[in-house]
């Protein structure tokens, strides 16, 4: 099982730290094979699917599958709140 640090850290290394983009999602992949790649393939396929690659997601190990399913979740939440408000107004 991931600490709360390995998933933080992952989601730190995913995330742009500095501009104009700050908080948001990079716009390439971390290198494959680290919690990083798994994070951000998760958050990817709710924002923009075309950019994640099948390839990575087959050779995840559980740990990675597990946050890639996390991220996945979390980001799916957020866009439809996003959504909902966007409608709302």
């Not at 494959?32 to 393939?41: K, V």
């Not at 990675?64 to 996945?72: I, N, T």
Request: with cysteine.
């Amino acid at each position: 099982m991931l600490s709360i640090e390995q998933v933080n850290a992952a989601s730190h290394e995913a995330c742009c730290q500095s501009g104009p983009r700050k908080g948001q999602l990079k716009s390439k992949c971390p290198p494959m094979g680290t919690l990083a790649a798994a994070y951000w393939q998760g958050a990817m396929m709710a924002v923009n699917p075309h950019k994640v690659s099948i390839m990575q997601i087959m050779f995840f190990t559980p740990e990675q599958h597990w946050l890639f399913d996390a991220a996945k979740d979390a980001a799916d939440r957020i866009v439809a709140r996003n959504r909902a408000a966007r409608l709302a107004a």
